[in-house]
């Protein structure tokens, strides 16, 4: 990333909701010897006070705050190198745009952005300028996923020929996607952009290939309206101030929260944003439930399944090859319990703390011919992200070596988006669709 010569990285952040305080808290606690946070931009002036005053928490002065209209100015003013894109998803592409053309570099939040032209508006002005852009694909630097890459590099299962990849999130950090701003489309993509982006990111890097054609089938199962016919629906809008959602499993209560209750519930004044909406209400577009069949440049296949209404957290990832079969198990939390069910996996630090059930994880390759063999992986953790989110801000706050190339590009966060975008399309009309339909990419 840039900075003048002798000079630690100067850095600006767009978005100052809960997403923002893992790079806030990296920048200003671990990486200070080779970056610096100087701007807030956001269009809520309550949540950048509420960092401010975190900032000073962590020992840190506060910095100046724009209003995100003015990212421009900001950029300029306070001479920035780089930005960090934390907002809402589909302001993003606007934000990068501004901040490429300004001469800085991003790192952006995934995803990339939402829908095409957005991705071709961050590619045309990554190529018109030459400034780079990294997209925070966490999960590549979590040591568990970093030890597949290295087996399927070194060919522990041969020429590969399929991959099957299931994600569970639980009726807590599930249900949360449909309180907030992801339950509509429009701003989020759906899970198959916001989350399932980092899976599909995962399965491109392990396979060293891109995506070809996808094939997708979903709908809203769970949560919405659906909610009525399952038996859990309640009638209120918002879990704040309603009786009905006191003993509601799955209503947030922000009050209870002193994070989020500064960042959301004292901040509703100035832009009306509800954090806390119910998980039943009407006016969900995103699927709850979906199924994705992808193939790659290399031959190989993906079967790929999301649930986001789970009894319990976590994945499974099965790759055949030529020579055998590696499989990737991980338990993040083996139930939900009642006490954490109205509460947020990691409160308002996004993945920086543990679930209190029990989980786990096993890496095992099983080869033609010989006993399948547990493979060690060290660094494994329960906490941010299986310690990817360290791992992560190290390499692009903190300048650390990245000889796996785990530092995902603009090119990288087109891939992932247009696999979920393909799926998007796929599952409003039933076809297969091909990537390059979309967006051909070089």
């Known amino acids: 990333m840039s900075s003048r010569t002798g000079e630690r990285a100067r850095h600006a952040l767009v978005g100052t909701g809960s997403r923002a305080e893992m790079f806030v808290r990296a920048l200003v606690r671990d990486h200070a010897d080779t970056a610096e946070l100087v701007a807030f931009a ?30 421009a100015a900001m950029l300029a003013k306070e001479r920035v190198d780089v930005l960090l894109v934390t907002s809402v998803d589909h302001t993003h592409a606007a934000h990068i745009e501004t901040a490429l053309r300004a001469g800085c570099d991003v790192v952006t939040e995934k995803p990339m952005t939402v829908d095409v032209a957005g991705c071709r508006r961050i590619l045309d002005a990554v190529a018109d300028t030459g400034r780079q852009v990294r997209v925070a694909f966490n999960y590549r630097y979590n040591p568990l996923h970093e030890q597949l890459r290295r087996l399927l590099a070194d060919g522990a299962v041969g020429e590969i020929g399929s991959v099957h990849f299931e994600w569970l999130l639980d009726v807590r950090h599930g249900a949360d996607y449909f309180r907030r701003w992801h339950r509509d489309k429009a701003h989020s993509g759906g899970l198959l952009v916001h989350k399932a982006g980092h899976h599909f990111d995962l399965v491109n890097w392990w396979l060293d290939a891109v995506p070809v054609e996808v094939h997708a089938a979903g709908r809203l199962f769970f949560y919405g309206e659906a909610g009525r016919r399952h038996g859990y629906a309640r009638d209120y809008q918002r879990a704040h101030g309603s009786s009905t959602a006191a003993d509601d ?20 004044a100035e832009d009306g944003y509800q954090r ?11 699927e709850d439930d979906m199924a994705v069949l992808v193939r790659y440049s ?4 993906m079967t790929y399944h999301l649930t986001a209404y789970a009894p319990y957290e ?11 079969r590696v499989e990737l198990e991980v338990v993040e939390s083996d139930h939900v319990s009642p006490a954490a069910a109205g509460a947020l996996k990691g409160a308002a630090l996004h993945g920086d703390e543990a679930a209190a059930e029990a989980g786990g994880a096993t890496l095992t390759l099983r080869p033609f011919w010989r006993p399948p063999s547990r493979i060690p992986v060290e660094g ?11 791992r992560m801000t190290r390499v692009l706050l903190g300048g650390a070596p990245d000889p796996m190339g785990r530092a995902a590009t603009a090119r990288d966060g087109a891939l992932a988006l247009l696999t979920g975008l393909a799926a998007n399309r796929s599952l409003a009309t039933g076809a297969p669709v091909r990537v390059a339909d979309l967006l051909d990419l070089p």
């Open 380 to 390: 494994h953790t329960r906490t941010g992200h299986g310690g990817a989110d360290i």
């Open 42 to 71: 956001d269009v809520n002036q309550a949540r950048m006070d509420a960092h401010n005053r975190w900032l000073g928490e962590l020992g840190h002065p506060p910095v100046p705050t724009y209003q995100a209209a003015e990212l």
């Open 314 to 324: 976590g994945y499974r990832v099965m790759v055949n090859g030529s020579r055998g």
């Open 276 to 286: 806390d909406r119910n998980v039943f209400a009407p006016g969900v577009t995103i």
């Open 298 to 301: 290399t031959g190989a296949t």
């Open 249 to 268: 499993p799955f209503a947030l209560h922000l009050a209870a929260h002193p994070k989020l209750r500064e960042l959301y519930l004292d901040a509703e």
